[in-house]
């Protein structure tokens, strides 16, 4: 959602000495919200019961640290870049929102994962008995 909040306020943009920083925002923000939407459209219809629930947690973890990664990067070169004129400055600021968000849930996906991975990891034992038995027993 935070994603097309600053997808619509970048859009009523009229103007850019730097348009470089904009069009890359653009790109970005528009990208970002529509590959959230698919993978919500993923988990909400049957597909998800027709595809390996195992793969599309990892896109979906590989999508969400991608998405907030070049997000958070488009955002500080469209602050760097920007006119400072309202529109923009709402932009940036959804756009920054947007990236922490992708990332925190990229944070909580990763602590998730490593608690599951803890769990199901045997306890090591220890072998009292020698490793190897000479041969001349």
């Known amino acids: 959602l935070l994603s097309l909040l600053a997808f ?9 000495t730097l348009c470089g920083g904009l069009y890359f925002f653009e790109f970005v ?3 970002a919200f529509l590959l959230s939407l698919l993978i919500l459209i993923v ?11 195992v793969k599309v947690k990892s896109s979906d973890f590989y ?3 991608g998405t907030g990664c070049v997000f958070l990067l488009a955002s500080i070169i469209f602050v760097s870049t ?6 923009e400055t709402a932009a940036t600021v959804f756009g920054f929102l947007a990236s922490f968000m992708f990332l925190s849930d990229f944070a909580s996906m990763f602590w998730e994962k490593q608690q599951e991975s803890q769990t199901r990891k045997p306890e090591a034992t220890r072998r009292t008995e020698a490793l190897t038995e000479p041969l001349n027993a």
């Open 8 to 16: 619509i306020c970048e859009e009523v943009v009229s103007q850019c």
């Open 29 to 31: 923000s528009c990208s």
């Open 43 to 53: 988990y909400c219809t049957p597909v998800y019961d027709r595809v390996d629930a």
């Open 63 to 65: 999508i969400t640290l």
């Open 82 to 87: 920007h006119d400072r004129t309202p529109a």
